[in-house]
């Protein structure tokens, strides 16, 4: 555990100074924000039973199952307490335009990009925000308990950042979290179910995506999704998650990208980035994202900076084949 306990000291009293706590995370969420920011909102209303605890912002679609957002007025924000999750940029906050006279925390995993909030609890060893709030809590010295349902919302999240702890930020720490959670009653069997199903119409996009895969020299995979391709087809964005590790599920691929057409654009592209090894960070800031060494997002803008793309993958790639003797 790297988090100061005079954070965590921090935050409860914080927590116990306010008599309304909204909880924020980001845009396009994902089982993690989710997991983490209604996890933390059972906690605080299992611990602090007299408060009112809203968890804002537009549920993603395919996670619905997850559980349920608040309605948030306006009005709710004065003399509230307001805890962001899982978020380092603060345009990426869902919600963002009501908050900026509040007092501001943000607890997240993610590399540190900018500074807004009035306290910051980062560590970026966690798998997840949702792993870093468990460790928080079972640091916290008793002040902070958890309930079921708390537990269940909290390993959904670590659950879906590690990939079903398939990939590399799964940690030791990671596995100590979740035994925690499932001796909290986490219901650990509900959630990796949901997590495993599939619709059959999912199942045959699955099949169609399969048929998108191109490969690059160097172990670099892509797969092109247009928007006259997900409407033929009856899916969402949100619902492509599912075939975002398909490519990297080949064993000659090294490292993948994502493309996804942004709704009315002209050629404009959402990536998602994913790597077994190489450090695919820094190609995602090149191109107007960011995330996690192994997992990023980015942005390009036409076919020129798609490709532009895809040769710094390449080149990422060679260096890591050349610094392992490979």
């Known amino acids: 555990m790297t988090v100061k306990q005079s954070l965590i000291e921090k935050l409860i009293s914080l927590i116990d100074q306010y008599d309304r706590i909204i909880i924020h995370r980001h845009i396009n969420p994902d089982p993690d924000a989710i997991g983490s920011q209604l996890g933390l909102k059972a906690t605080i209303k299992h611990n602090f039973p007299d408060k009112t605890v809203l968890a804002a912002g537009k549920m993603g679609k395919g996670i619905e199952w997850l559980g349920r957002m608040d309605n948030v007025d306006r009005q709710d924000y004065e003399d509230a307490l307001v805890i962001i999750l899982d978020t380092p940029v603060f ?71 590690t990939g079903r702890f398939l990939h590399s930020n799964t ?67 949100d619902g492509t998650n599912a075939v975002t590790n398909l490519p990297g599920r080949l064993k ?28 695919i960070h820094q190609v995602a800031i090149q191109f107007n994202g960011g995330g996690h060494e192994m997992a990023s997002g980015a942005n390009v803008y036409d076919d020129e900076e798609k490709k532009e793309l895809i040769d710094q993958m390449i080149k990422v790639n060679a260096q890591f084949l050349k610094d392992q003797n490979i």
């Open 91 to 161: 345009e990426r906050i869902d919600g963002n335009d009501h908050i900026q006279n509040n007092t501001l925390i943000k607890i997240d995993h993610h590399l540190v990009v900018e500074h807004f909030a009035d306290l910051e609890i980062v560590e970026i060893l966690s798998s997840s925000t949702a792993e870093l709030i468990t460790k928080m809590i079972m640091h916290s010295q008793g002040q902070l308990t958890l309930s079921p349902q708390a537990a269940t919302f909290l390993y959904a999240g670590i659950v879906g950042d």
């Open 171 to 237: 940690t030791q720490a990671t596995f100590e979290a979740v035994a925690y959670l499932m001796a909290h009653q986490a219901e650990n069997t509900q959630i990796n179910r949901k997590m495993n199903e599939l619709s059959l119409n999912e199942l045959n996009f699955q099949s169609f995506a399969i048929d998108q895969i191109e490969l690059y020299e160097k172990g670099v995979a892509t797969m092109t999704l247009k928007q006259a391709d997900l409407t033929q087809r009856g899916m969402t964005v």
């Open 252 to 279: 000659e691929v090294l490292t993948w990208v994502i493309f996804i057409e942004k709704e009315d654009s002209h050629g404009e592209y959402r990536a998602r980035i994913r790597s077994k090894g190489p450090n």
